[in-house]
């Protein structure tokens, strides 16, 4: 592939027959070039007075470091210069309406995963972008369907932006040199199956049954449903794992568990579970709380919390399955689990 291709040259042609395609491209590349900032801050680290020391909580109650502050402080000025109806972002507790009038509306997690900076591990921007319905407030109140587009930067070995916009995902790459990002890769496609699974084996205790097969099943490898021996993944950073599925398939659980606080999962439906699933889906694979496909889900609040199961077809289609036919067995009766025979049939 030719690597010439710049971002901007890219959203001149790729947003003209959308709707707001302008007001779309306008958002992105502001995001752009606050991630390449950010990419730079975040490289240097302690060099340029970043240590990663704690600020405190956020209002979601999840741990804040000072690269947290910075990451939203840049991404939410880039939002506002682009003239945003509103922004709902992880760090801040209420959405912040910037001009009602405008066309869009922005859901942002400035640096999701955050925690993991200390071990030099990727990091990353997650958005979400909305068409503006009657009033800012009530975008985000809608289903994951009616994203216009979604995206993240990974700030890793090397920063990519991920771009799911007019139904096809494209990979960029940012050029140290030309402070540009370049297109590398176009029309993503996640292998429909591949024996690969990320999931915190730690909670195994604290899951529902239904996960609790899939899982078994998948450790217990050409002797199981699956047929095949799974391998294991597990990198505690969002962005890192869905990179790993748009290349090789797989699949990502972070479910729901037995934990307080954790009986919606842990990650956010607005700026996390929504924009991986439109990614996800327009790149041939799937996305679901095991019950509910994710992009059919409004959030109820702005920081609403859900499960997410996503990755290859096959994977989400048998995790959905079993919780419709083993999890509800679980629920209402004391009778042994499951018979492992016919897993998925
Ligand atoms: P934050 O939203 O607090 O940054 O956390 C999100 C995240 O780091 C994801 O990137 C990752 O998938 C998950 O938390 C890891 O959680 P756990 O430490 O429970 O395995």
Same mark, same amino acid.
């Given at each position: 592939?030719?690597?010439?291709?710049?971002?901007?040259? @890219?959203?001149?042609?790729? /947003? #003209?027959? %959308?709707?707001?395609?302008? *007001? $779309?491209?306008?958002? &992105?590349? !502001?995001?752009?070039?606050?991630?390449?900032?950010?990419?730079?801050?975040?490289?240097?680290?302690?060099?340029?007075?970043?240590?990663?020391?704690?600020?405190?909580?956020?209002?979601?109650?999840?741990?804040?470091?000072?690269?947290?502050?910075?990451?939203?402080?840049?991404?939410?000025?880039?939002?506002?210069?682009?003239?945003?109806?509103?922004?709902?972002?992880?760090?801040?507790?209420?959405?912040?309406?910037?001009?009602?009038?405008?066309?869009?509306?922005?859901?942002?997690?400035?640096?999701?995963?955050?925690?993991?900076?200390?071990?030099?591990?990727?990091?990353?921007?997650?958005?979400?972008?909305?068409?503006?319905?009657?009033?800012?407030?009530?975008?985000?109140?809608?289903?994951?369907?009616?994203?216009?587009?979604?995206?993240?930067?990974? @700030?890793?070995?090397?920063? /990519? #932006?991920? %771009?799911?916009?007019?139904? *096809? $995902?494209?990979?960029? &790459?940012? !050029?140290?040199?030309?402070?540009?990002?370049?297109?590398?890769?176009?029309?993503?496609?996640?292998?429909?199956?591949?024996?690969?699974?990320?999931?915190?084996?730690?909670?195994?205790?604290?899951?529902?049954?239904?996960?609790?097969?899939?899982?078994?099943?998948?450790?217990?490898?050409?002797?199981?449903?699956?047929?095949?021996?799974?391998?294991?993944?597990?990198?505690?950073?969002?962005?890192?794992?869905?990179?790993?599925?748009?290349?090789?398939?797989?699949?990502?659980?972070?479910?729901?568990?037995?934990?307080?606080?954790?009986?919606?999962?842990?990650?956010?439906?607005?700026?996390?579970?929504?924009?991986?699933?439109?990614?996800?889906?327009?790149?041939?694979?799937?996305?679901?709380?095991?019950?509910?496909?994710?992009?059919?889900?409004?959030?109820?609040?702005?920081?609403?919390?859900?499960? %997410?199961?996503?990755?290859?077809?096959?994977?989400?289609?048998?995790?959905?399955?079993?919780?419709?036919?083993?999890?509800?067995?679980?629920?209402?009766?004391?009778?042994?689990?499951?018979?492992?025979?016919?897993?998925?049939?």
């Amino acid at each position: 592939m030719d690597h010439s291709l710049s971002l901007d040259a @890219y959203l001149d042609g790729a /947003t #003209l027959s %959308l709707e707001q395609g302008s *007001s $779309v491209a306008t958002v &992105i590349s !502001d995001l752009a070039h606050a991630a390449d900032e950010l990419s730079e801050l975040i490289a240097a680290g302690p060099l340029y007075g970043i240590d990663g020391h704690s600020t405190g909580m956020n209002s979601g109650g999840d741990q804040q470091i000072d690269l947290d502050v910075e990451a939203n402080g840049r991404m939410c000025a880039a939002l506002r210069k682009s003239s945003v109806a509103a922004i709902v972002s992880e760090e801040t507790e209420l959405p912040e309406i910037v001009d009602s009038d405008a066309e869009l509306c922005v859901a942002i997690d400035p640096l999701d995963g955050s925690a993991n900076l200390a071990n030099n591990i990727s990091i990353g921007t997650i958005f979400s972008i909305r068409r503006r319905s009657r009033d800012a407030l009530s975008t985000f109140f809608e289903p994951g369907t009616t994203q216009l587009a979604a995206g993240y930067f990974i @700030y890793g070995p090397q920063t /990519t #932006l991920v %771009l799911a916009l007019d139904r *096809s $995902v494209d990979i960029f &790459i940012l !050029d140290r040199r030309t402070r540009n990002f370049v297109l590398i890769r176009r029309g993503v496609r996640i292998p429909s199956d591949t024996p690969e699974f990320a999931i915190n084996m730690s909670n195994q205790r604290h899951w529902n049954a239904a996960v609790n097969a899939y899982i078994d099943d998948c450790l217990l490898g050409t002797s199981s449903e699956h047929g095949e021996d799974f391998n294991m993944r597990w990198i505690g950073s969002l962005v890192a794992e869905a990179y790993r599925i748009l290349m090789r398939g797989g699949v990502f659980l972070y479910p729901a568990d037995a934990r307080r606080n954790y009986h919606e999962g842990r990650l956010r439906l607005l700026y996390e579970a929504h924009p991986m699933a439109l990614i996800m889906e327009w790149a041939g694979g799937a996305a679901s709380t095991g019950r509910d496909r994710i992009l059919d889900l409004s959030a109820r609040m702005p920081h609403q919390r859900v499960p %997410l199961i996503m990755g290859s077809v096959r994977a989400v289609r048998d995790l959905t399955l079993l919780h419709q036919r083993i999890q509800p067995l679980y629920e209402s009766s004391t009778a042994p689990l499951f018979a492992r025979r016919g897993l998925f049939l």
